[in-house]
């Protein structure tokens, strides 16, 4: 039986995935900042948009006006949440005892396809255990499956645990080095829960229309 797979819009990005994420499933990606793992959460919601796919972003830092000014692609992103087709949410991420249902509430609002969650690792700051850091990361997850939403968990690399990683039904590594001829950006799939996928490392870049993986 063949997975139903979302068509993610952005260049390339499929490939890596098989011919896409497998609908209802959550990826974390993980990368160092700096590396583009907001811009390619962003992207995956506007490209959802134009194909009439509403999205959900979730921030644990920011509000809807600095989510914003950090589009400077050449997207008209602002269009799409004026009129309702992405929906900008900052969350406390000390309230992630209510963060299931307040979840809930945020996708009801567009009836959201796409979701981003940015950082999901700024959750477990505020949680003592492991234990109770996992039963909140799965109360998430199963309440993303239940609503039918295709989701990325953005996490800075260094701060992201085992217990993400091993609580995701996927995991995409961005990672940025230097060296004397500039900047090289990689990006690889590293799990992929029940389906085969491109196992090798690839260079990414930005342009002014988004995310290009070569």
């Not at 209802?24 to 793992?37: A, Q, R, Y």
């Not at 406390?92 to 999901?120: G, H, I, T």
């Amino acid at each position: 039986m063949s997975l139903e797979r979302v068509d993610s819009g952005i260049k390339n990005f499929d490939r890596l995935l098989g011919g896409g994420i497998p609908k209802g499933m959550t990826v974390l990606v993980e990368g160092e900042p700096g590396s583009g793992k907001s811009n390619l959460g962003l992207e995956y919601l506007y490209r959802g948009a134009l194909k009439g796919e509403n999205g959900l972003y979730i921030s644990f830092q920011d509000t809807e006006n600095e989510v914003l000014r950090t589009t400077t692609f050449d997207w008209k992103f602002k269009e799409k949440v004026e009129n309702g087709d992405i929906n900008i949410e900052k969350f406390d991420p000390y309230r992630y005892e209510k963060l299931a249902n307040m979840l809930r509430n945020a996708l009801m609002e567009n009836n959201a396809e796409r979701v981003v969650l940015d950082p999901v690792t700024d959750l477990d700051l505020y949680i003592d255990t492991r234990k109770d850091q996992r039963k909140n990361l799965l109360e998430i997850k199963n309440e993303l499956k239940e609503l039918g939403c295709t989701t990325l968990l953005l996490a800075e690399q260094e701060e992201s645990t085992e217990l993400e990683e091993e609580i995701a039904d996927g995991i995409i590594q961005m990672s940025l080095t230097r060296d004397e001829e500039g900047m090289k950006r990689q990006i690889y799939v590293k799990k992929l829960k029940g389906t085969d996928f491109n196992h090798s490392v690839h260079r990414y870049i930005f342009k002014n229309d988004g995310l290009k993986i070569k």
